[in-house]
């Protein structure tokens, strides 16, 4: 949990701690616990926003982050209990014997221990630690690509790997990234790790994105694509409106577990 802000307002400290704890929340929600009106709150997070305290959604404040990556180690252990009903969800939406691509990423790990119970997938990806989880069942067919591998992750990135991926065209791409941005831009940390994804949702004839409520209050530098690509979202909690918006816009289906 990040560490006490002291900003001089006892209420604003209290947002913010509340905002800090949950990753996000309604001003609804934030009213009631401060005993104060939903207009009162409104004009909290905007000042609050412009001191980069708080992230200002419609309907809501998210936490404020910076676009630098948590450790990769870190991850493995953030939010896990969502990222496990994401990916029995996730599973659950795709069919036996088909093929699928795998991104890099902690979410994605648990998403391919979830996958085990189906069979005779086809699966593409630039993980190793994907690879690992599913190599060893029988009926799957488990590729990877050559290119540089990062000691971090385990993920496979390169001109090499792009390649590679780009002679494959299949039935599900499974993927996260590292924020949503209230316009429905889909942002990550690594330009490297991008671009393999990028390739990835060109070829992928259904787009599944999963990505725990807290990837909507933070901040990423490098662009992914748009919501509007995407098939469905996979999370844990309603969206912030604006967000909302785009998946309804763009006749996106939006998957709560």
Known sequence: ????????????????????????????????????????????????????????????????????????????????????????????????????????????????????????????TNSLRVANVLYQKNDFNVMVPGGKLRSTNGGIVGSTALEFVNHFRVDYLITSCGSIDTDGTLLDYDFNEVVVVQSMMKTARNVFIAADSTKFSTTAAVEVGHIKNATALFTDATPPADINMQLTQHGVKLVIV
């Open 1 to 124: 949990m990040p560490d006490a802000v002291i900003v001089g307002n006892l209420r604003h400290e209290k947002l913010i701690k509340e905002v800090n704890d949950k990753g996000y929340v309604s001003v609804e929600e934030l009213a009631e616990l401060l005993d104060v009106s939903a207009q009162t709150i409104r004009r909290d997070i905007k000042k609050l926003s412009e001191q980069k305290l708080v992230v200002r959604h419609h309907g809501g404040a998210g936490r404020s982050s910076s676009v630098v990556n948590l450790d990769y180690a870190v991850r493995q252990v953030s939010e896990t209990e969502e990222k496990e009903a994401i990916g029995a969800a996730i599973a659950e939406h795709i069919p036996d014997n088909s093929s699928v691509f795998i991104s890099i990423g902690t979410t994605t790990e648990i998403i391919a221990k979830h996958l085990l119970k189906k069979q005779g997938l086809r699966v593409i």
